[in-house]
């Protein structure tokens, strides 16, 4: 295990080396990124100024949803690179190549590209975030900061779990299919509101489904002291980011399985 993680500093090491390379583009990247996401949140704050309340959340207990995701994908973003040009990879045989290697795919691809850039969108997102504790009345027990804690980790790890899965329904179509962005790019765009805005039917495909309301919607209640009006309870509250640990894992999984039934190029 430390020996796979040494590994991954290196990798990350000299990716990051390779960026210090053109110093103008990443600083160029990084303000696109933080910019980009800032136009985000502009069209949140232009919502509210028209409606001034989302079904009784107010400007900033949205604003703590958008920060929080917008941090833990920030994570994801910049380690889950390789998985977005798996397609690309088994089309051209490169990919054969890494299951020459002795180490694990998952660790190669997860180290193929460090995008440091993406300290733009985790700087928009952590402002954001400590912009709207400034306006919660939020109780920061060790409970809470833990769990905070908690939800920022296992998101990051269900968000990384989704682009494993699109990296291994590569496998069987070659070409990344675009309704997977549905669920990873729409599906965070989604998450940065409240659950409980949405129909039943939604709100039950992103909890039973696909359990992004578990690492974002339901930890946030329990740190903001809010009632849940789809009646869940406390316990269940500080429990629920743990099911985007159990989805990663169970996406590491299903990418074994895709290498059990990957058939090489030929090339």
């Not at 998952?106 to 850039?117: R, W, Y």
């Not at 975030?129 to 998101?155: E, K, N, R």
């Not at 682009?163 to 675009?178: A, C, M, R, V, Y």
Request: hydrophobic share 50%; proline share 3%.
């Amino acid at each position: 295990m430390m020996n796979a993680f040494a590994l991954y500093i290196n990798y990350a090491t000299l990716s990051l080396r390779g960026q210090m390379q053109y110093r103008v583009s990443f600083i160029l990247g990084t303000l696109g990124q933080l910019l980009g996401t800032g136009v985000e949140f502009v069209g949140i704050l232009a919502l509210f100024d028209r409606f001034e309340s989302l079904s009784q959340w107010s400007l900033a207990e949205v604003a703590f949803f958008y920060g929080l995701v917008n941090v833990a994908f920030a994570f994801t973003d910049s380690l889950s690179r390789g998985f977005d040009h798996v397609g690309d990879l088994v089309r051209t045989g490169e990919f054969d190549r890494m299951l020459l290697r002795p180490r694990s795919t998952v660790l190669q691809l997860i180290g193929k590209e460090f995008t440091l850039k993406r300290l733009g969108r985790f700087l928009q997102g952590g402002g954001v975030l400590i912009w709207s504790t400034l306006y919660l009345d939020i109780a920061w027990s060790p409970w809470v900061m833990a769990l905070t804690a908690v939800t920022v980790f296992c998101g990051a790890c269900f968000f990384l779990g989704l682009f494993i899965n699109i990296g291994t329904l590569s496998f069987w179509t070659t070409e990344t299919l675009e309704l997977m962005n549905v669920l990873t790019y729409g599906g965070i765009e989604a998450s940065k509101y409240p659950l409980a805005i949405y129909r039943p039917w939604f709100r039950r495909f992103f909890t039973m489904v696909i359990p992004m309301g578990c690492v974002t919607y339901f930890p946030v209640l329990a740190i903001l002291g809010r009632t849940d009006p789809l009646g869940t309870s406390l316990a269940f509250q500080y429990a629920a980011p743990l099911f985007g640990l159990l989805y990663f894992i169970l996406s590491l999984l299903i990418w074994r399985l895709g290498l059990r039934y990957y058939r090489s190029t030929g090339s």
